[in-house]
């Protein structure tokens, strides 16, 4: 399997770009930038061993064409709109997973979503029905992905109008590590992304005895 990973530059696209090449996926790490995507590839072959999968740079554009089926977004939400509107055309028959949310510009405790409400409905809005979006991989820190010789700490809450796309992305989400959970429809994401933000607030409270902590879905145990 091969997947493209746009904005996998930044701290949390490198922590994803590893934990799936470590499991045996092929990625294609896209950037505005050809020459920065194949520098960050490079730098990050040393940490893959004997990985079976693969990490290779390039510019967005290309990443999109390399892509079998999926191909992930994870650049600062500055740069979603944006990247979305440049890339629609290529970006049809793929499955989108957006792992975006929209902070404030220098205050990243704080919600800022677009008049669309979350970031995942702002790539729904542009990519229309040729492109599936399944949001996803929101409240995962970037700290937690990078330190790929522990497990994820929390689960992932996914969320999507197409049941077909959910259904093909959560076996690639879950060679991450992760319990995935299908939290409903594209609305479901003005509050997912949105705990992105709590849980920044909360990981950086004096007041809290804990820095990277995610979400965790606890189910009563059978027989209690």
């Known amino acids: 399997m091969k997947i493209a990973l746009l904005g996998g530059t930044g701290p949390q696209g490198q922590g994803l770009a590893l934990r799936w090449a470590l499991a045996g996926v092929d990625v294609v790490m896209g950037s505005r930038n050809h020459d920065k995507g194949k520098r960050i590839a490079e730098e990050l072959q040393p940490r893959l061993g004997q990985a079976e999968g693969s990490i290779t740079g390039m510019?967005?554009?290309?990443?999109?064409?390399?892509?079998?089926?999926?191909?992930?977004?994870?650049?600062?939400?500055?740069?979603?709109?944006?990247?979305?509107?440049?890339?629609?055309?290529?970006?049809?028959?793929?499955?989108?997973?957006?792992?975006?949310?929209?902070?404030?510009?220098?205050?990243?405790?704080?919600?800022?979503?677009?008049?669309?409400?979350?970031?995942?409905?702002?790539?729904?809005?542009?990519?229309?029905?040729?492109?599936?979006?399944?949001?996803?991989?929101?409240?995962?820190?970037?700290?937690?992905?990078?330190?790929?010789?522990?497990?994820?700490?929390?689960?992932?809450?996914?969320?999507?109008?197409?049941?077909?796309?959910?259904?093909?992305a959560t076996p690639l989400i879950e060679k991450l590590g992760v319990n995935v959970y299908n939290a409903g429809l594209a609305?479901?994401?003005?509050?997912?992304?949105?705990?992105?933000a709590i849980l920044i607030r909360l990981n950086g409270s004096k007041a809290t005895p804990f820095r990277h902590a995610g979400l965790k879905i606890w189910a009563e145990e059978p027989g209690a």
């Open 187 to 196: 609305v479901s994401a003005r509050a997912i992304e949105h705990m992105t």
């Open 59 to 168: 510019s967005n554009a290309e990443a999109v064409a390399e892509a079998d089926e999926f191909v992930v977004l994870a650049t600062p939400f500055a740069g979603h709109q944006p990247t979305l509107e440049s890339l629609k055309d290529a970006l049809k028959g793929k499955i989108l997973i957006d792992v975006v949310v929209p902070l404030a510009e220098g205050n990243a405790k704080k919600f800022a979503p677009p008049p669309e409400g979350s970031a995942t409905e702002q790539a729904v809005a542009i990519l229309g029905d040729d492109t599936p979006v399944v949001g996803a991989i929101h409240n995962v820190s970037a700290y937690v992905l990078d330190q790929v010789e522990s497990r994820i700490n929390c689960d992932v809450l996914m969320c999507g109008n197409d049941k077909d796309a959910k259904d093909k």
